[in-house]
């Protein structure tokens, strides 16, 4: 066990059974990390606050018309193929978004690689099985999202995390339609984090990038075929078994019964209902 392992954090869970809001735990919770005086609570303290900010309504309010108008440009894309684009918007989870703290920090990587706190998912509706056509597809949104964002909005694609081997095999995964090689627009083939290109063990296929704004706001844009995503959300590559194993150790325990904040309740059978994004990821825009 290494140095890093020992790390120890104070509880969350009285900042989070006390408070009325999660802007509220938060605050509350930073200020427990910065008076802990250790540099590793220091900088969990310091992502914390970046994550409050990252979501001002301004900030929000500005991106959801640049999306807006993005999605017409998408629109014009695919009109050719007779496909449309569904956008889905996702603010991490409060509980989710310490744990990753946690995770980053104890493996000693950089928390600014930590950039996909607020995210969009943009899944071309194509058939239910993918081909070379509609594989193509998704790069095509992709590079033209890359020169809305880029050329239009002046925003910066930062340089994207390389793949490993991830361990896959086409004959485990037969529907997995992988192409020759990628067709990210030259210049950015290191900004984008291409898993169709080179899918994960269990299938999974996306293209993620994250943009960083001129006011500094970060945001992760995923890109997938119809296929892709059934196979992500109820296939084999569904995220919850992976989420589980990989934040296991770092686990934020909190009785959710006693959680006193509007918008969050635990129903008699045990069922959660979380409008606030405390133990669920949210639409961002849902909260304006």
């Known amino acids: ?150 050329v239009e909005r002046n925003c910066l694609l930062t340089e994207a995390e390389p793949i490993l081997d991830s361990g896959f095999k086409k004959e485990e995964n037969t529907d997995v339609i992988v192409p020759k090689k990628s067709l990210v627009m030259p210049g950015f083939e290191n900004n984008i984090k291409d898993y169709v290109l080179n899918p994960k063990a269990n299938g999974y296929q996306s293209l993620h990038c994250v943009f960083k704004k001129s006011d500094g706001l970060n945001f992760e844009v995923q890109v997938r075929t119809m296929s892709m995503d059934i196979r992500a959300e109820y296939g084999s590559a569904n995220h919850i078994p992976y989420k589980v194993k990989r934040y296991e150790e770092q686990s934020v325990k909190i009785d959710l019964h006693k959680v006193n904040m509007p918008g969050f309740a635990i129903l008699p059978d045990n069922t959660v209902v979380d409008n606030i994004g405390l133990v669920y990821s949210v639409d961002p825009f849902s909260l304006l």
């Not at 140095?3 to 009285?14: G, H, N, T, W």
């Not at 998408?74 to 995770?103: A, H």
């Not at 998912?121 to 070379?132: C, G, N, Q, V, Y």
């Open 1 to 150: 066990m290494t140095a890093l392992d020992q790390i120890r954090f104070p509880s969350l869970e009285e900042a989070i059974i006390s408070s009325k809001t999660i802007e509220e735990a938060s605050k509350k919770y930073e200020k427990t990390l910065r008076n802990g005086g250790d540099i590793y609570s220091i900088l969990y303290a310091n992502k914390l606050q970046q994550f409050r900010r990252m979501v001002l309504v301004t900030k929000l309010r500005e991106l959801e018309r640049e999306f807006q108008e993005l999605k017409e440009h998408l629109r014009d894309t695919c009109k050719n193929s007779e496909i449309n684009v569904n956008i889905k918007r996702r603010k991490k989870d409060f509980i989710g978004v310490n744990e990753k703290i946690r995770l980053f920090l104890r493996t000693n990587r950089p928390l600014d690689r930590m950039q996909d706190l607020l995210g969009f998912r943009i899944t071309i509706l194509s058939d239910a099985k993918d081909d070379e056509t509609s594989v193509g597809l998704c790069y095509e949104v992709m590079n033209k999202i890359i020169s809305y964002f880029v």
